[in-house]
């Protein structure tokens, strides 16, 4: 298919964009509530796991967007792992 | 960076999978809890918009992998956003 560059590049950040958004918010509402049980820890153990091997890919095949987009996630992943063993700790039984 | 197509397939395949499984681990919890009341129904809706548009843009690139993980998240995110949805109306308070 034959595409505008620029149309990638909007596609890729975008992308990247909301799938950083969705990790924020979870963030966010685990700050709030103060609480992450819910939140199975192999999601993100998992998805981690994923987003490394996906910058691998990334570099190999050269896009900026898999390596950014997954190199935030990757953070944004470990924060919310590091959230829940706090809180999962000082949980009230529910 | 010159890179076997056989090593290229390998990553991306084990990428998906972890990260499919990440999101099938977290139905599992969810079902077995029945509660998902911890997971921001955001982190499902951005990453979902983020995926459709990693899916247009895997067309665009003509690559398989991203157009195959990001179909099969998808559809596991809208089973978690599913299930959230009627876990929470049946939630007992917390």
């Keep these: 298919m034959e595409v505008d560059g620029t149309f990638l590049t909007i596609l890729g950040i975008t992308a990247g964009i909301f799938i950083l958004m969705g990790w924020i918010e979870q963030i966010y509402k685990g700050y709030k509530t103060k609480r992450l049980k819910d939140v199975s820890k192999f999601l993100m153990i998992f998805i981690a796991a994923g987003s490394i091997l996906w910058l691998i890919y990334g570099i190999i095949v050269d896009d900026v967007f898999i390596i950014g987009t997954n190199m935030s996630g990757l953070i944004l992943m470990i924060i919310v792992l ?10 009230k039984p529910s």
Tied chains: 1, 2.
């Design 82 to 91: 590091g959230m829940k063993k706090r809180y999962d700790m000082h949980a």
